[in-house]
């Protein structure tokens, strides 16, 4: 084991993560060591980094995710599922030291196995966009026979959301997207003006300012789940209009919605059997900063995923 490795670190809210040499961590009672195979760069790492999202203050190794290989077990680490050499994923939760890190020491609770078959860069990066998806269509109360639109249809979260209601059994997916060529058949793209038909619920990615005239595409009493602003962090509503199209806004916020951890593990067998798919945009630690523009400026294709 080497007794330093590189890890990228924010030292002050807004600045760039940097790489450096640290000390190769030691895991402690309850926790596991991995060597990192690949991590995912998502908008809530960019929140994280640029100091809008909570997160313990600088020093840090940001990164909420990625997939490892362990490399060794802490005390009081039972290693059925996670014995040395097995490939994981992990989530961190707002901990000093995230996933863009060469070795993270990350507790044994916060891994998963990666089924076989499975891309460790697809590994990394599926996770907490797949949960999302699927808490989405929970909170919009999807049913077999229902109907959903979502916006950012090609976008990680709305990729996943499409898919997901197809599996579940949707009789019309609407979509709003720059790239219909991404979507699966079958799937309905929205007009300007929406779609011909309302939808039962709306799944938005984009947020901004033209969220309010997406209500429209709703039926009334209808909802619409609030899960991501790529395209703006403010709306303006006229309240009169909201009342009248009568869509309850409902937010989804997944550091509070509870997932079965038998749905997560569900979820990557999906991905690892080739019912879900996730497009990537793998990159190395010299080719990161660009990436990251292309995350930001909403010119992403494919969820951007760090491979060491
Ligand atoms: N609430 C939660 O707990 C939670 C969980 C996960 C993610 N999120 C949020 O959900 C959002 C989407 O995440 P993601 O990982 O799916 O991102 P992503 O892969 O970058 O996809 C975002 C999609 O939004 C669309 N888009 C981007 N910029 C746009 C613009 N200026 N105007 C119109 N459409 C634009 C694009 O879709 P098309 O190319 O199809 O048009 C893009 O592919 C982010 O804001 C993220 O922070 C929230």
């Known amino acids: 084991m080497p007794q330093t490795a590189t890890a990228l670190r924010v030292h002050a809210f807004g ?3 940097r790489p450096e040499q640290v000390p190769v961590p030691h895991p402690g009672e309850g926790e596991v060591l991995l060597r990192m195979v690949a991590a995912a760069v998502g908008h809530h790492d960019l929140g994280v980094v640029a100091g809008t999202l909570p997160h313990q203050p600088p020093p840090f190794t940001p990164g909420l995710e990625g997939a490892g290989v362990v490399v060794a077990l802490g005390e009081g680490v039972d290693d059925g599922g996670l014995a040395v050499g097995a490939l ?9 030291n995230g996933t863009w890190a060469e070795y993270v020491a990350a507790p044994a609770r916060a891994l998963v196995p990666v089924p076989a078959g499975l891309e460790p860069t697809v590994a990394a990066a599926c996770g907490t966009v797949a949960v999302a998806a699927w808490a989405a269509l929970e909170r919009a ?8 639109g979502v916006t950012g249809a090609s976008g990680a979260v709305g990729s996943l959301a499409v898919q997901l209601a197809r599996q579940r059994g949707a009789a019309r997916v609407v979509a709003w997207t720059r790239s219909r060529e991404a979507l699966p058949e079958g799937v309905e793209v929205a007009a300007d003006e929406g779609p011909a038909e309302p ?3 709306l799944v938005d990615t984009v947020g901004g300012e033209l969220l309010p005239r997406r209500l429209h595409a709703v039926r009334p009493g209808g909802r619409a789940v609030l899960v991501g602003y790529t395209a703006g962090e403010r709306v303006c509503f006229e309240l009169p209009e909201l009342m009248v199209v009568d869509v309850s806004l409902v937010p989804l916020n997944m550091m509070r919605f509870r997932v079965p951890r038998e749905v997560a593990v569900g979820l990557l067998d999906d991905f690892a059997a080739g019912r ?3 497009a990537t945009d793998v990159v190395g630690i010299d080719t990161l900063d660009a990436a990251v523009e ?3 400026s909403g010119r992403a294709t494919g969820r951007v995923v760090l491979r060491w």
């Open 15 to 17: 600045e760039a993560p």
């Open 88 to 96: 994981v994923r992990v989530v961190t939760r707002g901990q000093a």
């Open 141 to 148: 109360g999807l049913e077999a026979g229902g109907s959903i």
């Open 199 to 201: 939808v039962d619920a």
């Open 276 to 278: 879900l798919a996730l």
């Open 294 to 296: 292309r995350l930001r």
